[in-house]
């Protein structure tokens, strides 16, 4: 693969930018299909809806190397997956190029905190490494000459990048946890799990005598249940971490963490055990230094600012109900003094959202309102258990607040913006979402 002189990049947003560079630094012959125009057309770029077999065929590429959003199951791919032509994910593709080790971690949820979390707790250890992926940046990106001391690549993960993977195979693969998701683009629960059980690859063709460390797999010991078939096909050494194991640390204090929740436990559990697989110096002094030093990231109940006791928490990454259930848990010990308004909507996935109904057995919530193309769903869902104001959109939304405030400037409140469904309805992505919600807050 290495001999690659002739690629089909698919899909122009970030990822297709970072694989363009990598082209044009390579001198290959290239081709770029995206389904908008490009801002600045160039001969080598064609819209989607205009390509056919015949010209692929004859343009004739080593690979056509995919983006993650690009659902190759339906259109035209059944047409090339009939022919001899080689796709693979950006993921896999890059994986052939670069020979940093790989600590991949996926799941449902706390993905990007946790990979966040082990870049931390390397940079404390003063490990070089590249933190990218479904986080950041594109994995391509490791490819730059400002990366080549890195000792290790962490890697978010999702389903959608996972699909494509063949012969990928981190050194640590960690799944988080696995609820249903994304059942849009899935037709059952199994076939969400195939993708995620991907990352646990391994290419036997690979030499793995020299690594320092085995290739290992951690799993949540509270869903081993879900994964018991499945483990004797393992191939790797098998590890399992709870919140639990946090408690048993001596110097460890969970206590003296930044962030709101206990759900942290377990994710910070995870890094224990990779700092353990890589055989990290002093890890419990590492953790506990990472516990004490790591703040929220972006979008993931980060406190956004606060209007006398009118608190904001920007959960704008929530885009399923687990995430948004987490995020409730969160403030169960809290002052029950301040009421709880949760903020919910976004993008429907499909007709159904039953799986709202288990918001009836969180009393913690005082009120629900919603934005966006959900909202009349959520309403009908949830208007015998809670009060519901359906505000339509965030300007909506502060306005009715604004009001309140006006009325009562003693008022307490915990305002929870955790929408449990996707941005694409009124946003381009979740992080403009949460960028907006935080303008609001800041009055900007």
């Given amino acids: 693969m290495n001999t690659v002189q002739k690629i089909v990049i698919w899909g122009m947003g970030v990822t297709g930018q970072s694989l363009l560079k990598f082209a044009q630094k390579k001198n290959l012959d290239y081709i770029c299909i995206d389904k908008k125009e490009p801002s600045s057309p160039t001969s080598f770029f064609y819209l989607e ?6 010209f692929l065929c004859d343009f004739n590429p ?3 190397v995919v983006s993650p959003g690009i659902d190759c199951r339906s259109g035209i791919w059944l047409k090339i997956k009939q022919k001899p032509i ?7 593709f890059v994986s052939l190029y670069s020979k940093v080790p790989v600590i991949a971690v996926t799941g449902t949820n706390g993905k990007s905190t946790t990979v966040n979390m082990i870049s931390k707790a390397l940079e404390i250890s003063s490990i070089p490494h590249f933190l990218g992926g479904n986080w950041g940046i594109p994995y391509a990106e490791i490819l730059e000459e400002k990366y080549q001391d890195a000792q290790y690549a962490i890697l978010e993960l999702s389903s959608f990048q996972l699909e494509s993977i ?10 988080l946890n696995i609820t249903p998701s994304h059942m849009e683009r899935y037709a059952h629960f199994e076939e ?19 690594s320092p460390i085995p290739l290992v797999a951690l799993l949540p010991t509270s869903q081993e249940s879900l994964f018991f078939d499945r483990l004797k096909n393992l191939h790797r050494e098998l590890r399992f971490f709870s919140k639990e194991q946090l408690d048993k640390l001596e110097g460890v ?3 003296k963490a930044k962030l709101i929740g206990e759900h942290n436990k377990e994710n910070f559990a995870v890094l224990y055990q990779v700092l353990l697989s890589i055989k990290c110096e002093k890890p419990e002094i590492i953790l506990q230094k990472t516990i004490e030093e790591f703040k929220p990231i972006a979008h993931r109940l980060e406190l ?28 169960q010990d809290f002052d029950p003094t301040f009421q709880l308004v949760l ?3 976004g993008k429907l996935r499909g007709p159904d959202v039953t799986f709202l109904e288990v918001l009836k057995n969180y009393s913690r919530i005082n009120e629900i309102w919603t934005i966006g193309e959900a909202s009349s769903l959520i309403h009908k869902k949830l208007s015998s258990s809670f009060k519901i104001l359906e505000l339509t959109n965030l300007t909506t939304i502060f306005q009715h607040l604004t009001e309140i405030y006006k009325n009562d400037s003693k008022i307490k409140m915990i305002i929870l913006f955790s929408p449990s469904f996707p941005s694409f309805d009124q946003f381009k992505n979740f992080e403009e979402r949460g960028n907006i919600f935080k303008k609001f807050v800041q009055g900007v």
């Fill in 86 to 92: 080689l796709v693979l994910g950006e993921i896999e």
């Fill in 62 to 64: 080593d690979a056509i």
């Fill in 304 to 331: 956004c600012g606060q209007w006398s006791d009118i608190l904001f928490f920007n959960d704008s990454k929530s885009t399923n109900i687990t995430s948004t259930i987490t995020a409730i848990t969160s403030f």
């Fill in 166 to 175: 063949k012969t990928f195979t981190p050194l640590i693969s960690v799944l």
């Fill in 192 to 210: 969400y799990l195939d993708a995620k059980w991907n990352i646990f690859q391994v290419d036997f063709s690979r030499d793995f005598s020299k």
């Fill in 49 to 54: 809806e205009t390509i056919q077999l015949e």
């Fill in 253 to 255: 204090f969970y206590s």
């Fill in 343 to 345: 903020i919910l909507g």
